[in-house]
């Protein structure tokens, strides 16, 4: 491919990507097409702030990348680190993309725009020596959030500042919250069975799941009537899927009880319940994060997906970009390990939760 073709072709992918995640291209805008989303300008065109600056007097632009910029969770992050950037003068800039190859070449983009550093979720956390040496090559900072980045010898890359969840203590509420509502509800171990919709390959989704079960059998939950079914994509449809093989491996188990690494996880494994009759009489989930089911915990009528471990993405928007900033501006590096909590929320104290949290306005 030539230079010249190459790089329309990169300034396309960036473009293309950076309006599917409602964020400010990083490249020249495109005009966009009628009926397009609007971008929504960053700082320090967006903020009251004055614009921050390094030392050598170059206006400070930080990336924030995303392995799904269709997941709300992802969304949030993006509008958290927008809110930072208005706050402070600075500039963000928002892409994502699920695919390896793909990711690194929206790096590259960033460099060319002119940015010193990103915050990144990395679609793939075996991506993370590549994605560290070509941080190197660009003379950029990088900050992994949510996703740890894995060496090549098959431990986290401890050298590489992080933002994470308590990913097992936050399955352990989850496991604990089911155990309680399966005592409540006084149905029968022999009919019943925990469903975990697993995502093994991502360790912070394994730390999630391996502790929601390790709450169940300490909540008195038998463990061989725990069933896992490993999703092949982290979001409904992939949970969907899932659930189906376990409801055709088990169709005698008469009420269900639904953990997951996420909401999505959770809601979809509830909508494949509810596509064989189960309802709220039947079977229970809790998912992990917040951003994604509000509309579920919103709907008139209760489904079985009755609340979540509210994670924070102000945190991991906000303060990886805000930490970002303090290491170029100032030069002071940022926690190398920081790990967030999560607050359990039902449907009659999420939003008062989250306004308090910050999340919502
Ligand atoms: C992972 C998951 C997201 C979110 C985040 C904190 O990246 O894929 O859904 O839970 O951790």
Redesign the pocket.
């Given at each position: 491919m030539s230079p010249l073709h190459r790089i329309t072709r990169l300034a396309a992918i960036a473009a293309g990507l950076a309006l599917a995640a409602g964020c400010k291209p990083a490249a020249e805008p495109t005009p966009a097409p009628p009926g397009a989303p609007k971008t929504e300008a960053a700082a320090p065109q967006g903020g009251k702030a004055a614009a921050a600056m390094t030392k050598d007097g170059k206006p400070i632009k930080i990336g924030f990348l995303v392995?799904?910029p269709e997941?709300k969770?992802?969304q949030d992050e993006h509008k958290f680190a927008k809110k930072c950037a208005a706050d402070n003068g600075f500039e963000v800039l928002c892409n994502g993309t699920k695919d390896s190859a793909k990711i690194l070449e929206l790096i590259d983009n960033l460099a060319t725009n002119g940015a010193q550093g990103f915050v990144i979720?990395t679609p793939d956390t075996k991506l993370g020596p590549a994605i560290v040496n070509k941080a190197k090559d660009l003379n950029l900072k990088v900050f992994a959030?949510?996703?740890q980045f894995i060496g090549p010898d098959g431990k986290f890359m401890e050298d590489v500042p992080y933002m994470?969840?308590s990913?097992g203590d936050i399955g352990e509420m989850v496991g604990k919250s089911l155990a309680e509502e399966f005592k409540k509800r006084g149905w029968k171990a022999e009919e019943t069975a925990a469903a975990g919709i697993t995502?093994e390959e991502?360790a912070?989704?394994k730390a999630?799941t391996d502790g929601a079960q390790k709450a169940l059998v300490a909540g008195g939950f038998p463990k061989d009537r725990i069933f896992t079914k490993n999703e092949k994509t982290?979001d409904i449809p992939g949970a969907m899927d899932a659930m189906q093989a376990l409801l055709t491996q088990h169709p005698e188990i008469k009420h269900w009880l639904v953990f997951s690494?996420?909401?999505?996880g959770v809601l979809g494994a509830v909508r494949a319940l509810e596509g064989r009759t189960f309802a709220p009489e039947t079977c229970v989930g809790i998912g992990?994060?917040g951003s994604?089911c509000f509309p579920e915990l919103e709907r008139e009528k209760p489904t079985s997906f009755i609340g979540t471990a509210l994670?924070s993405?102000k945190r991991?928007g906000y303060e990886t970009t805000e930490m970002m900033l303090k290491w170029i501006r100032d030069g002071v590096e940022p926690a190398k390990k920081t790990l967030t909590k999560a607050i359990m929320v039902d449907r009659s104290n999420f939003k008062k939760i989250a306004k308090e949290e910050g999340i919502l306005d």
């Open positions: 392995k799904q997941e969770w992802f979720c959030v949510d996703d994470g969840i990913a995502f991502l912070t989704s999630r982290t690494m996420n909401d999505e992990i994060g994604s994670i993405p991991h």
